[in-house]
């Protein structure tokens, strides 16, 4: 297996904790990638349609074939071949079957999309309203594919309030193996373990801050551009006093429970 690449690093705050962390890509996206070939040399045709070998500019569009790279081997696909490959309606969402919500392989959406019905075809609002009471009852999620380039794309579709919501996920083979990240062997205590629950326990509930609905920093820099416009200077909060470093993480962690409890008290 290849190890996998840091792209960039950044830090985790786990309370009065500091995780430091590198990032490594999860996905290798696998779309289609075809090349062109000069007919006449067999050499890959470079932009703007320069032919190395013939050092020729400009080849004409019938003068290339279309091909696909196979350990850096051009292989030429006739158009007849390529119209005979097996492609999905480009237009289409089809439903192959089914999952329950936490039954899907996938660990990683590319895009997500309401759907909602089309207000120019009444015909079919009935049909949208059905999908979706259907996946409210059983609660399963559909999983369908549909053309986007020269992919075939997987997504799920989802019930949600009044709308289905259509996420685009990414294939498994293109999903990179969470084993080629390099990870040395690292020994916690029971008791430290312990500790950190204790400060996870202690923690706010997550789920208000997933339903939070506005970005604070973009609402600080609005705030702050409208007392701008109106002539007002705006206080700076104080910053908070930086945690004493320490490398003792169990002292760490009981500091960081003792200054949630505080918090709760005022």
């Not at 009065?16 to 062109?36: G, T």
Request: one cysteine or more; proline letters at 5%.
């Amino acid at each position: 297996m290849s190890e996998l690449k840091s792209t960039t690093s950044g830090m985790i705050e786990f309370g009065m904790v500091s995780v430091p962390v590198r990032f490594y890509a999860a996905v290798s996206e696998k779309s289609v990638s075809f090349k062109n070939r000069h007919k006449g040399c067999s050499s890959p045709v470079q932009a703007p349609r320069y032919c190395p070998d013939c050092d020729t500019y400009g080849i004409a569009q019938d003068a290339m074939e279309k091909c696909f790279e196979v350990s850096k081997t051009l292989v030429a696909l006739s158009d007849e071949e390529l119209a005979n490959l097996p492609r999905i309606n480009s237009k289409a969402i089809t439903i192959e079957g089914f999952t329950g919500h936490d039954e899907t392989p996938y660990v990683a959406v590319e895009k997500s999309y309401y759907l909602g019905p089309d207000d120019r075809l009444d015909v079919g609002h009935k049909a949208f309203a059905l999908l979706r009471a259907a996946l409210r009852v059983t609660g399963k999620t559909a999983v369908a594919k549909l053309a986007r380039s020269n992919k075939e794309q997987i997504a799920t579709i989802t019930a949600v309030g009044d709308v289905l919501q259509i996420d685009y996920l990414y294939w498994s083979e293109e999903m990179n193996d969470h084993r080629n990240v390099p990870m040395p062997q690292i020994e916690v205590s029971d008791a430290e373990v312990a500790m950190a629950v204790n400060l996870i326990e202690a923690m706010p509930d997550g789920d208000e801050i997933l339903n939070e609905r506005v970005d604070g920093f973009k609402a600080a820099v609005v705030e702050v551009v409208n007392a701008k416009l109106e002539g007002k200077v705006l206080e700076m909060p104080a910053k908070p006093a930086a945690p004493a470093k320490t490398d003792d993480l169990a002292a760490m962690l009981q500091a960081s429970v003792a200054a949630l409890k505080k918090e709760k008290v005022a």
